[in-house]
């Protein structure tokens, strides 16, 4: 699959999970976050093969979007097999997509 592989619109202070790479898959993807509010807004992204993130798996943690339909995006992004990518906003007015390639191994 290439393109879409997930999205979704945040849920204030709960992580949330975008897409995970399925079995025997590797994926190159990108997560592209927008703020649809009118103030700043934080957020993290945290990428595992846990049930949920610690410590470790975030490769970005309180970063803010600081205008109103601002939009961060992170690009190159190597997943192997059973990670799960998942973001977290402080506000309910952040949106989030995840594009990529799945290539089969």
């Known amino acids: 699959m290439s393109g879409l592989l ?3 619109a945040l849920v204030a202070d709960t992580d949330t999970e975008i897409y995970t790479v399925p079995a ?3 994926t190159t993807l990108s997560v592209l976050i927008v703020n649809r509010g009118t103030d700043s807004a ?3 992204v945290a990428i595992t093969d846990a049930v949920s993130p610690a410590a470790a798996d975030y490769i970005e943690y309180d970063a803010t979007i ?9 690009t190159g992004l190597v997943c192997s097999a059973g990670e799960q ?3 977290r906003s402080s506000t309910a007015n952040c949106s989030v997509r995840v594009n ?4 089969g191994v």
Not at 66 to 74: D, S
Not at 100 to 103: M, N, V
């Open 42 to 44: 934080k957020f993290r």
């Open 6 to 8: 997930g999205k979704a």
């Open 66 to 74: 600081p205008v109103a339909g601002g939009v961060f995006e992170r």
């Open 85 to 87: 990518v998942f973001v």
């Open 100 to 103: 990529g390639f799945e290539q």
């Open 24 to 26: 025997n898959t590797v």
